[in-house]
C-alpha cells in the first residue's frame, strides 16, 4: 500500500483516560490494534469493524471490536476527505455492560 492510502489517527484527549480504567498488560495490543486495523481503508466493514446503527453521543459511528472475548471496543468517526480517523472512545463490553473509563454507556 502506498503513503496515500493511509489515514492518520488521531487520539480524542479523553481517550488517555479511557486506557486508565483497562489493565495496562493490554494497551499494547489496544494500540497495535488500533493502528493495524484503522490506518488502512477504516470505513471497510468486517466481522468485528462496523458501523454503528445509533451514533455514540461522543460523535462515533464505527466501532471495532477485539481482544480476549472481544471484550474491547474502540468508537471512532471517519473523516474520508482529509484522511483522518477520530478515535473517541475505548472500552470493555462485560455482558451486556459497556464500560468506557469508569462510565457505564447506555448502547
Same mark, same amino acid.
Given at each position: ?14 481517550? #488517555? ?32 469493524? #462496523? ?57
Amino acid at each position: 500500500m502506498n503513503a496515500k492510502s493511509r489515514f492518520d489517527l488521531i487520539y480524542a484527549p479523553q481517550v #488517555k483516560i479511557h486506557l486508565q480504567a483497562i489493565e495496562r498488560k493490554y494497551h499494547s495490543l489496544i494500540r497495535r490494534t488500533i493502528e493495524t486495523q484503522l490506518q488502512f481503508e477504516p470505513n471497510l466493514e468486517t466481522r468485528n469493524r #462496523k458501523p454503528l446503527k445509533r451514533p455514540l453521543e461522543l460523535g462515533a459511528d464505527w466501532e471495532i471490536r477485539f481482544g480476549p472475548d472481544n471484550r474491547f471496543r474502540v468508537f471512532y468517526s471517519v473523516e474520508l476527505e482529509n484522511r483522518q480517523v477520530f478515535i473517541l472512545a475505548i472500552g470493555i463490553k462485560r455482558g451486556n455492560r459497556l464500560i468506557i473509563g469508569k462510565e457505564e454507556i447506555n448502547l
